[in-house]
């Protein structure tokens, strides 16, 4: 069985400021590992994706997420926050038989 | 860049009704999805589809939702005798492999459907 667990439902940072969303998952496969973002009223955007090639992967806009097999987690990181960076994201897994969402974060920036 | 694409992007019914929400997934890909994400609410699978047959649903894919490739490029999700919960995003997405490493399921931009 799989699973992803997004570890907090609201994240509020300071425009300027690094963010931080965590994501923990579990698999009984090799899981493929996502991150996709949604604007209001859009639909979904890919923002990064984990393979085996790498376990810190970059992706679009300057945010990047670490695979971390030992903590079972992969958490997306930017070092400093736009407030166009406003919006859902959800943490995702893949394996041989589904795509799991996790419950998403909804990210704030303060001006 | 290979897309998937949905229609309509806004469909509102009336209560009983039957829709038909239609993808189109890229051309090479072999898995295909569904998912529902309700106003607010976290993005939930429905059901999994591959060589023409139903490979995995969720609890949420009773007798009044179905799937169907009718032809080589569409991918169909009908709703029957639809309800007000009914409403919400869908969205299709399709994969190339069935998972695992170095694989990504592509979606489509969604349609929202407004049952009234």
């Known amino acids: 069985a799989q699973s992803v667990t997004q570890l907090d439902s609201h994240v509020s940072v300071s425009e300027g400021t690094p963010v931080l969303l965590r994501c923990n998952y579990s698999?009984?496969?090799?899981?493929?590992l996502f991150w996709y973002v949604q604007h209001p009223n859009k639909g979904l955007q890919l923002l990064l994706k984990?393979?085996?090639?790498?376990?810190l992967v970059k992706g679009i806009n300057g945010f990047e997420a670490e695979f971390k097999k030992s903590e079972t987690s992969f958490h997306l990181t930017k070092p400093s926050a736009h407030m166009s960076d406003a919006a859902e994201y959800f943490c995702?897994?893949?394996?041989?038989?589904?795509?799991?969402f996790g419950k998403g974060t909804r990210l704030h920036i303060l001006p | 860049e290979p897309e998937v694409t949905q229609t309509p992007s806004h469909q509102v019914t009336q209560m009983g009704q039957e829709v038909i929400l239609r993808c189109v997934p890229i051309?090479?890909?072999?898995?295909f999805y569904w998912y529902r994400q309700i106003l607010g609410q976290k993005v939930e699978f429905l059901v999994s589809?591959?060589?023409?047959?139903?490979?995995?649903k969720s609890e949420i894919f009773d007798d009044q939702f179905s799937v169907e490739r009718p032809d080589g490029s569409n991918f169909t999700l009908k709703i029957r005798s639809t309800k007000l919960e009914d409403s919400a995003m869908y969205f299709c997405?399709?994969?190339?492999?069935?998972?695992?490493?170095?694989?990504?399921?592509?979606f489509g931009q969604g349609t929202r459907l407004t049952v009234v």
């Open positions: 051309s090479n890909h072999l898995y």
């Open positions: 997405a399709s994969n190339q492999d069935r998972g695992g490493s170095d694989t990504e399921a592509f």
């Open positions: 589809f591959y060589n023409n047959e139903i490979s995995e």
């Open positions: 984990y393979t085996s090639a790498a376990t």
């Open positions: 995702v897994v893949s394996d041989p038989y589904k795509i799991i």
């Open positions: 698999s009984s496969y090799s899981p493929s």
